[in-house]
């Protein structure tokens, strides 16, 4: 079955870095894109961050770009989050995706990581 588990949330002080993982299982990674979203409390699901199958093109939010970048490793089956410069802003329930297609019949999510942006 497909499964997507997160790590590396924590808490961290306005400006300093975090970097998320996603591992994945079940369905051929590598012929997927995958998305990063995020929730914080009270708000809609947003998406932060899109990468392509091969790694090749990426894709951001204004609110993030020049400060957070996605990456994927195919040979270990994960993509990653590397989150630079964070702001209170930045707080929320971070989810990687990926979404129905190609064989699969439904988007998947991952069970969430929280990152706490605090002093």
């Known amino acids: 079955q497909v499964q997507l588990v997160e790590s590396g949330g924590g808490l961290v002080q306005p400006g300093g870095s975090l970097r998320l993982s996603c591992a994945a299982s079940?369905?051929?990674?590598?012929?997927?894109?995958m998305r990063w979203y995020r929730q914080a409390p009270g708000k809609q699901r947003e998406l932060v961050a899109t990468i392509t199958s091969s790694g090749g093109s990426t894709n951001y939010v204004d609110s993030v770009k020049g400060r957070f970048t996605i990456s994927r490793d195919n040979a270990k089956n994960t993509v990653y989050l590397q989150m630079n410069s964070l702001k209170p802003e930045d707080a929320a329930v971070y989810y990687c995706n990926v979404a129905r297609g190609l064989g699969l019949t439904k988007d998947y999510w991952g069970q969430g990581t929280q990152v706490t942006v605090s002093s």
């Open positions: 079940g369905f051929a990674f590598s012929n997927y894109i």
